[in-house]
């Protein structure tokens, strides 16, 4: 019988880099289902289409198809109609697309089935705002996954300037916190730790320390 882990949290928190490792760590596969969101807001630019409930939005999501696979070392691709988008996904106007989209209640039910079925045949540790409290109600074990506005802000900061983008560490904290209250007051899902979950903040730790915590999290519990 698989496994499910659920893993939420805010924006920032780090999730997918943390999940990745954990999973790899334990022989589980790992879904990205921010990454989802993404590619559908991607598609939504791609064919001028506003990210809110719309007949045109609708036509959109019969027509397009969102696959996700993976590569010989395991690593996550995520497909829009057969294109490689993993890296095109990854725009700070993607994820603002995503944040708007997700909202949208036919997009949220356009990709459920989709991730529950990777769960129904993997052991799976898949990450996103509401894994616990709609997606995976059942995981074998729940995580949110957190850490304060500042702390998630300095670390997109520091990961974008590394890359060379022209980036102000306040207007990065703006965006979180904008996040933020977007994803806990959206009516459809709103962020929050589901039920019998177990709380990590990881403000005060770094990127190995959150690895190790979730694993042991993950260990003690599943």
Known sequence: MSIA???????????????????????????????????????????NVEPKPSAELEQLLASIRVEL???????Q???LDGEDVS???????ASKMASN???????????????RDMAKTNNVIMDGRD?????LPDAKVKIFLTASPEARAQRRYKEMAEKGMDVQYENVLKDVMERDYN?????????????GSITVDTTELDFEQSIEAIINVIKENR
């Open 101 to 115: 989209i997700s909202a949208v209640p036919a997009v949220r039910a356009y990709l459920l089935d989709l991730q």
């Open 5 to 47: 882990i659920a893993l939420d949290g805010p924006a920032g928190a780090g999730k997918s880099s943390i999940a990745r490792r954990a999973a790899k760590a334990l022989g589980y596969i790992y879904v990205d289902t921010g990454a989802l969101y993404r590619t559908v807001g991607l598609a939504a630019m791609r064919n």
């Open 183 to 195: 994803d806990m007051h959206r009516e459809i899902a709103p962020l929050k730790p589901a039920e």
């Open 131 to 135: 894994i616990g409290t709609v997606v």
């Open 87 to 93: 890296g095109e996904i990854r725009t700070s106007e």
């Open 69 to 75: 696979t993976f590569n010989e070392t395991g690593e």
């Open 77 to 79: 691709i995520v497909l």
